[in-house]
């Protein structure tokens, strides 16, 4: 099983990205996907998951309202739509993926990671 991230940069306050998951050898449309986000110095947290059984999804307090999370179980893709980006969103994203969406966090599968700079 193999998770990439795709579609970091660096880009100005109030900018939109778009972050990618591709996942390779994964049961994609039986798996819940999310997003994770570690800042220099800091723990990693959560920031959105999508279900696999319908598709419902859940935010973080600190992006909800900017960031959309989505699927696509034919092209075996999660992604992170991020809208009105701010400076403390910098960080490095991680996706995983796990079969319970309350176990994500838990996830054997990681991506390596796309890194996010959002300049003021």
């Known amino acids: 099983v193999r998770l990439v991230e795709i579609g970091g940069g660096t880009v100005q306050a109030g900018d939109s990205l778009r972050l990618s998951c591709v996942a390779y050898?994964?049961?994609?449309?039986?798996?819940?996907m999310g997003w994770f986000r570690q800042a220099p110095g800091k723990e990693r947290e959560f920031v959105a998951a999508?279900?696999?059984?319908?598709?419902?999804?859940s935010y973080s307090d600190s992006v909800k309202g900017r960031f959309t999370i989505s699927r696509d179980n034919d092209k075996n893709t999660a992604d992170l739509e991020m809208t009105n980006l701010k400076p403390e969103d910098t960080a490095v994203y991680y996706c995983?993926?796990?079969?319970?969406?309350?176990?994500?966090?838990?996830?054997?599968?990681w991506g390596q990671g796309t890194q996010v700079t959002v300049s003021s």
């Open positions: 995983a993926g796990h079969k319970a969406v309350d176990k994500i966090a838990q996830s054997r599968y």
């Open positions: 050898e994964l049961t994609f449309k039986y798996y819940a």
């Open positions: 999508i279900d696999w059984a319908d598709a419902s999804t």
